[in-house]
């Protein structure tokens, strides 16, 4: 299969083996440029260019681009700072009473939990934590959990250690029929794997920029269905969460009645245009080919991971599988590992007591090889 982007617009990938984009994808040069053309026009022109209108409507492209990405209306689109951040006001709009629980996984991304623990220690509502093996959660044992006094399930479309995919649609058939409300970080799913947020019965979803949607720190990205729109109070409030933003009075805030009453103040604004242009990078080529073709690298590595007797834990079924691939190297400290493929130019993560992998769209079989030729020397 051949390449599905030009390597001029990843351009470390001419430099070094990048198999890291489960910790920080290669930045779309498109996006790159935007962003500092942006800060380049407001450091030289202040508000000349970026003016009122300017910073009113400037996550607009942003709404359209995320919208397309998860088949919703740009209206369902809130714009953020981080994944966490986003999370965090929702927690708070939401705040689980202290006879409800949350329900999440042990193995989870630190913060997709920690804001609701945060809330919970503030309302005293139950934290129910499904548990992991081998860095596994059993989907159903996230179901057996739930039950009337669910306020809140809460799981990451794909686990960041072992690359697990959840079954979306199955968890938010099982979170609704108890009434439950789910919600959904897409940090390591979005861009690599195709996403439809209303038909999957999804009620919330964060998504930051830095991974798979190959974007910049310092903008995320939330969609909010219809539904809830109107009654959420955010938990973060600024001069930008009024349905007017140059309304000014301080005595007074009205939220808009979409997704955007979840933005609240300025932000690095030129992050949010840099990541509007690497989602539409990603949408042009079609998330579904960026799948597929993930999926051919990663069966390369996983079968000359396997060639070398190296563990796998990172699921293989077809609905469970991604791009993030683990691997135990028996007798082997899986951080000095991942220094030496460093110093090989091969970059990698250690996380516990694994090495993970994450190819993505601009790397090649190539950079498989090279990997496996570079662990030979390891082994
Ligand atoms: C699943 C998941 N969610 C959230 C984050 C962090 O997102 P942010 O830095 O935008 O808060 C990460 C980072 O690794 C992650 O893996």
Known sequence: MNSIVDPADFPATLKCTYLNTANVALMYRG???????????????????????AEATVFDELHSAAARLFNAGPEDIAVGSSATELLCSLAWAI?????????????????????????????????RLAKGQNSYVNPDDIIQLIDKRTAVVCVSHVEYISGQRYD???????????????????????????????????????????????????????????YLQNDLEPGLVGFRSHKDMWDLHADRLEFPRTAKRFEFSTMAFGCAIGLTRSIEFLLDIDIGRIFMYNQYLVDLLIQGLEER????????????????????????????????????????????????FSPHLYNQPADIEKALGRIDEIL
């Not at 913060?111 to 005293?124: D, E, G, I």
């Not at 993030?324 to 110093?343: H, M, S, W, Y």
């Open 309 to 356: 007797n190296l563990e796998i834990i990172s699921p293989c079924k077809d609905i469970e599988r991604t791009s993030i691939v683990a691997a135990r190297f028996p007798g082997k400290d899986p951080a000095e590992v991942a220094r030496k493929l460093k110093e090989a130019q091969v970059m990698v993560s250690c996380r516990k007591d694994l090495v993970r």
């Open 31 to 53: 996006a790159e440029r935007a962003i500092t053309g942006w800060q380049k026009d407001v450091a030289e022109n202040g508000s000349i260019n970026f003016d009122e209108t």
């Open 168 to 226: 979306i649609a199955k968890l938010a058939e099982a979170a609704h029929a108890h009434g439950a409300l789910f919600v959904v970080d897409a940090t390591q799913s979005a861009g690599a794997i195709p996403l439809d947020a209303p038909s999957c019965g999804i009620d919330a979803l964060v998504c930051a920029a830095y991974k798979w949607l190959c974007g910049p720190f310092g903008a995320a990205v939330m969609y909010l269905a219809p």
């Open 95 to 127: 705040t689980p009473g202290p006879d409800t629980n949350v329900i999440s996984t042990d193995i989870v991304f630190p913060s997709t939990l920690y804001p609701w623990l945060r809330v919970a220690k503030h309302t005293n509502c139950e934290i």
